[in-house]
């Protein structure tokens, strides 16, 4: 290879460009790539070990049939075949996809398409349903789309930024990079928002250790006390928003008590929050991952939108996704209860759209299964055909154990991946070989809707394919040929521009029909641009001056009440265990695992716990301890630190069957969901702790 080939990190979705190089030994010398607008050159740790992670060490580099190896015609054909006689023999909702925020956009887009409008199901989910569905929930609610509002050069042009249910430090490096230098210019506050002492504390200015699941509390106590302080804008409000009243007055009954806060403490907070105009309140798993994550989500927009502080240089509510493409598969209708571009699934104007300009066969009218639905439908039979994509749900779904043991049971089960190396790909009757990282060609969407191209700088080794292709080929050995037959992702890429055009005639912000166009050579050159890119508007944030997607143009502030997390806590049970990230680890460490330097950071499995609860338990440091639920357990090594409260614990969530044989965490996490997003809460279970 001969210059650097510009392409964008795989890891999370602050999407930090990178460059890649020949090492001059078959690997990839990677550097941050000073033109992207998002990292402006800099990377964390997971990004300049990019590297390190190309070899093909477990690498799947043939279709396998049954565990022999197949050729690809093989292969394609059972697939195909399985998937048309399960849905001639029990209807188009017994097959299902379960896909991922790893996916390309072009991937995500087929995989879709092939489902919702061929298949004619919409029995496709993601795992960014485990990552932001309660953001895609709230947004929609208040917004009436899944919008959002700022971008990322407001937390550098904020005077005050709070981090809820985010450790930024460890999982979005350089978001927190890019805070922390705009700090030494300015005066910039921060707030974190955790029931743990994370390493985003350390520059913190203040830090409310609320009670697990307390934000709906924590909010409505903010907004009762922008409302007792005279800061509502009562112009922005009048003008573009509806449900103030009935919002305040939910807030204004809301006990204050529940965040186990301090009255010293919480005023500090609404001190600093409503004494300071720009503020960007940033939002992430801690949030999400809840049975009231919608609620928690509402009530954060409330605030902002009860101030008018939206849409404007240095405010706004601003979610963080976990995953590189979390942000392009929820606006490829990646998520069961969407279609592409934002359009709505129970919405006939926009199904008969979508339906013309696909011209599909079959139309779902109705939301398919979110993800854990899905598997309890595995479970229970009614799914019999399953094709997992770049996911690993044996171990990151709640209640593994079960969700590996319906997995097990379906009659047909096709993993498209990486590797075969993972408890999932271990249960597939086909196993297809994809192409990795730094072999695929496509699109991801950042967190502020920045869409930057990932080029490949490496030949698929094997027989791997990309994702697109595979579905592709599966399509038209079903019969649809006619759908599925583009040459190359940048013909995909201009169909779905086309396609946003058409939602924008349905007043949909989702818009790049400025691309659909767009020539090979084009796209092969496209540069970081963020949406929206179309006729009407380009590039910028939304809302500053209302323009809402509700049919009155309005936002919805929403009644809210604050409730606890699902599992309560027993005298069998009596730890609320926290889960999450580590700074040098990704998902189910497929990738991270592979590098020596990533791996040192935090070696093995381990459970945090206050001294005061490892003394009253008679444990000390190192110790084995065995956690218990009522789904399931794990054992892990006992770090005695400050930084949980204590009756908490946390726990990391990388670890799988294969590397520690009982670190699964999830096998721990009951599959209890927001009722509103479907998403699983995985950050507050019950459980117990005793010396192993
Ligand atoms: Fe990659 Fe995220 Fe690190 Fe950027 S911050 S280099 S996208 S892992």
Request: proline share 6%; charged share 20%.
């Amino acid at each position: 290879m001969g210059a650097e080939v510009r392409s964008t990190c795989p890891y999370c979705g602050v999407g930090c460009g990178v460059l890649l190089s020949a090492d001059g030994s078959g690997g990839l010398a990677v550097r941050g790539d000073p033109a992207h607008p998002t990292n402006r050159g800099r990377l964390c740790s997971k990004g300049s070990a990019l590297g390190e992670t190309v070899g093909l060490e477990e690498r799947l580099l043939a279709p396998q049939v049954h565990g022999s190896t197949a050729t690809w015609k093989d292969a394609l054909n059972l697939v195909a075949t399985r998937f048309r006689k399960t849905i001639e023999t029990h209807g188009s909702d017994s097959v299902a996809f379960y896909v991922s925020g790893q996916m390309l956009t072009e991937d995500y887009y087929v995989a879709n398409k092939l489902m919702k409008g061929f298949i004619g199901s919409a029995n496709i989910d993601t795992n960014s349903r485990l990552c932001m569905a309660s953001t895609v929930a709230g947004h929609r609610r208040a917004f009436g789309t899944d919008t959002v509002p700022g971008v990322y050069d407001d937390l550098e042009e904020a005077d005050l930024i709070v981090l809820v249910g985010s450790n930024l430090a460890w999982c979005h490096p350089i978001l927190y990079q890019r805070i922390m230098a705009a700090r030494e210019k300015r005066a910039l506050r921060l707030v974190v928002i955790d029931p743990r002492r994370t390493a985003s504390c350390e520059g913190a200015d203040l830090h409310l250790a609320l009670e697990p699941g307390s934000d709906v509390a924590l909010f409505n106590a903010l907004l009762a006390e922008v409302a007792r302080r005279g800061a509502v804008d009562r112009d922005y409000v009048s003008a573009h928003v509806e449900g103030f009243d009935a919002a305040l007055k939910a807030a204004q009954g809301s006990d204050p008590a529940f965040t186990g806060l301090s009255r010293e403490t919480l005023r500090d907070f609404c001190d600093l929050w409503i004494g300071t105009e720009k503020v960007v309140t940033i939002f992430s798993q801690g949030v999400n991952q809840s049975s009231s994550g919608s609620d928690k989500v509402n009530a954060i927009l409330n605030c902002h939108l009860a101030t008018g502080r939206i849409g404007k240089p240095g405010m706004g509510p601003f979610s963080v996704t976990g995953q590189p493409n979390a942000m392009g598969g929820r606006e490829v209708g990646g998520l069961a209860n969407m279609l592409a571009c934002h359009l709505d699934i129970e919405n006939v104007d926009h199904r008969d759209a979508v339906r013309g300009f696909w011209n599909a066969p079959a139309m779902p009218e109705a939301p398919g299964l979110k993800a854990v639905e899905m598997f309890r439908a595995v479970a229970d039979g009614r799914i019999k055909a399953l094709w997992l994509i770049h996911s690993n749900p044996a171990v990151t779904l709640p209640d593994a154990d079960t969700v590996q043991d319906a997995i097990a049971s379906c009659p047909f089960v096709v993993v498209s991946d990486i590797t075969a190396a993972t408890d999932t790909a271990r249960q597939a009757n086909v196993l297809l070989p994809a192409t990795a990282w730094a072999e695929k060609s496509g699109t991801v969407t950042n967190s502020d809707r920045t869409i930057s191209r990932q080029r490949a700088a490496l030949a698929p080794p094997g027989a791997a394919r990309p994702d697109w292709a595979i579905l592709a080929e599966v399509a038209q050995r079903m019969g649809f040929a006619e759908g599925f037959n583009w040459d190359n992702e940048a013909e995909i890429f201009a169909e779905y521009a086309a396609l946003s055009g058409l939602a924008r005639t349905f007043g949909k912000d989702f818009d790049i029909s400025n691309r659909a166009k767009l020539s090979s050579s084009d796209y092969d050159s496209m540069p970081p641009f963020r949406w929206p890119d179309g006729p009407a508007k380009s590039g910028g944030r939304f809302f500053e001056d209302g323009g809402f997607y509700h049919p009155d143009g309005k936002a919805r502030m929403l009644a809210l009440a604050p409730r606890a997390p699902a599992a309560a806590l027993t005298p069998e049970h009596p730890f609320r265990l926290n889960t999450g990230r580590l700074r040098d680890q990704w998902h189910t460490m497929t990738r991270t695992a592979l590098s020596p330097r990533l791996s040192a950071h935090l070696p093995e499995p381990f459970v945090d716990m206050h001294p005061d609860d490892a003394a009253r338990l008679g444990l000390a440091p190192a110790d084995l301890l065995r956690l218990e639920s009522p789904q399931g357990s794990a054992i892990l090594r006992l770090r005695i630190t400050r930084d949980v409260q204590p009756g908490h614990l946390f726990a990391p969530m990388h670890w799988t069957g294969e590397t520690a044989p009982s670190a699964r965490i999830d096998a721990l996490i009951a599959s209890v969901t927001d009722p509103v997003s479907g998403q699983p809460e995985s950050k507050a279970a019950a459980v117990s702790a005793a010396r192993f």
